[in-house]
C-alpha cells in the first residue's frame, strides 16, 4: 500500500482524549489501557493535508478570517456530487464549529421548549443530549435487533413520528454500523415530512463504508425537501476531528442565510478550511486504501471473535470504523463488562453509554494498527473467559 496504516504513533502526552483523557472518564482502566472507544483513528492525517495547514501557520499571522473561497465551496460540492450523488449548492452550505453544534442549533431553532425529538436506539448519545438539555422530549424508536442485524419498527416509527418535530436520523448509523437502504431512507423521509417533521440527518460517518457497499444520501432522494438538513464533515473521514469542522447542507436557503448571518453553528478556521478543501481535493486515494484496511481489521474482529470468543456477536458493520458486539450471551450488566474489560487493559464502550436499547452491547474503535488491534482482542477474550 502507499500509505502505512500499521505505523505505530505514539499519542500519550499529547492532551489527546483517547489517552490522555481516558482515565478521568473511566476509573476502571488498567495502567497500561489500550484504547478503542472515542471515534477517532490512531492513524496520521494524510500528509497533504498536514501540509495545507502548515502553509497557513507559515503565514505567521492567525488572524480573524472572511469569507470562504469559490475554490473551497466548490471542493465540497464536487466531493458530495462525486461520492454521494447530492446535488449541492453553494447557498445551501452553512460551516459548523462539529456537527454536535448544529444538532443543537437544529434543536433550538426548529423546536420549542417541550416538543418531542425522536431518535433511534441504541443512539450516539449527543442526539439525546442536544434535546434532553434544552428541554424537549426525547422518543425512541428501538431500532428491532435479531441475529447481529437491526432493522426498524415501522409501525412504531410512524406513531412517534407524528408527535414529533424534528427526527434525528444517523445514517450510516452509529452504533451499530447499518446502512441504510434506499427504499428505508425513501419511506423515513416520506412519513417525515407528510408530517411536516424536520429530519437532521447526520451523515458524518457516510465515507467510510465497507469496499463492497454503496451508501445513499436521504439529500440525493429529496433534494429540494425545506424540512430536510444533512449534517457532513471531513473530520471521521480523514482524522480531523480535532479540527471541529463540518458542512451543514440546509435545504431550506432562508434558513441557510439566517444560520450563516447568525454564525449560530459557530463558523470555521481558514486552518480548518484548507484542511476540509485539501482533503476533499486531493486525498481520495488515501481514502480507497484506508477503507481496504479497515476491511481488513474488521473481518479479523469476526474471525478471532469466531475462533476465541463464540458467545460473542459481531454486527453485521456496513459502514464506520465501529464494530458493535453482542456480548449479551455472558450474562453480565454493563458494569460489570466495562470492570472486567477495562481492568485487563481496553477501554471499550458499552451499552448503557447509547441511550437506550442496548444493554450487554460493546462498542469497539478498530481503526488503528493490526498489531495493536491483536493485543486488544487477546486481552478481551482473556478478561471475558
Not at 462539529?98 to 450516539?124: E, R
Not at 473521514?237 to 442565510?257: C, K, M, P, R
Not at 478543501?277 to 474482529?301: P, R, S
Not at 481496553?346 to 488503528?368: H, K, P, S, T
Request: charged share 25%.
Amino acid at each position: 500500500m502507499k500509505y502505512n496504516f500499521d505505523e505505530i504513533i505514539n499519542r500519550v502526552g499529547t492532551q489527546c482524549a483517547k489517552y490522555d483523557g481516558a482515565k478521568t472518564i473511566n476509573p476502571y482502566l488498567s495502567d497500561d489501557f489500550i484504547p478503542m472507544w472515542v471515534a477517532d483513528m490512531d492513524f496520521a492525517t494524510p500528509d497533504v493535508v498536514l501540509q495545507s495547514m502548515k502553509a497557513i501557520i507559515d503565514q505567521r499571522i492567525l488572524g480573524y478570517s472572511f469569507g470562504l473561497s469559490q475554490d473551497y465551496y466548490d471542493a465540497v460540492i464536487n466531493w458530495m456530487s462525486s461520492h454521494h450523488d447530492m446535488d449541492v449548492k453553494k447557498e445551501e452550505i452553512v460551516t459548523s464549529c462539529g456537527v454536535v453544534m448544529a444538532m443543537k442549533q437544529a434543536v433550538l431553532h426548529l423546536t420549542k421548549a417541550g416538543d418531542n425529538v425522536l431518535i433511534q436506539t441504541p443512539s450516539y448519545r449527543p442526539f439525546y443530549n442536544s434535546a434532553k438539555d434544552n428541554q424537549r422530549n426525547v422518543l425512541f424508536n428501538r431500532l428491532i435487533y435479531k441475529d447481529g442485524q437491526y432493522q426498524i419498527d415501522w409501525q412504531d416509527f410512524e406513531e412517534k413520528v407524528k408527535q414529533c418535530k424534528l427526527f434525528f436520523l444517523c445514517s450510516p448509523h452509529n452504533p451499530t454500523g447499518r446502512v441504510w437502504t434506499k427504499e428505508e431512507l425513501q419511506k423515513m423521509g416520506e412519513i417525515c415530512f407528510a408530517n411536516g417533521v424536520y429530519v437532521f440527518c447526520d451523515e458524518i460517518h457516510h465515507d467510510i463504508i465497507r469496499c463492497n457497499q454503496k451508501i445513499i444520501s436521504m439529500k440525493s432522494l429529496f433534494a429540494q425537501q425545506p424540512l430536510l438538513i444533512t449534517a457532513t464533515s471531513p473530520s471521521k473521514t480523514f482524522n480531523l476531528a480535532g479540527n471541529n469542522h463540518s458542512n451543514i447542507i440546509v435545504n431550506d436557503l432562508e434558513i441557510a442565510q439566517k444560520w450563516r448571518d447568525s454564525r449560530c453553528c459557530g463558523g470555521y478556521t481558514l486552518i480548518s478550511a484548507q484542511a476540509c478543501q485539501t482533503a476533499y481535493e486531493k486525498c481520495d486515494d488515501w481514502l480507497q486504501q484506508l477503507k481496504v484496511y479497515l476491511d481488513e481489521n474488521i473481518n479479523f474482529v469476526k474471525e478471532y471473535f469466531q475462533k476465541h470468543l463464540e458467545k460473542a456477536v459481531v454486527c453485521d458493520c456496513q459502514a464506520t470504523y465501529l464494530v458493535w458486539v453482542d456480548l449479551s450471551a455472558y450474562n453480565k450488566s454493563d458494569l460489570e463488562l466495562r470492570k472486567s474489560i477495562s481492568s485487563g487493559g481496553v477501554y471499550l464502550e458499552y451499552g448503557d453509554e447509547f441511550v437506550d436499547n442496548a444493554e450487554g452491547f460493546a462498542r469497539i474503535n478498530v481503526a488503528c494498527p493490526k498489531s495493536v488491534l491483536q493485543r486488544a482482542l487477546e486481552r478481551i477474550v482473556k478478561s471475558l473467559n
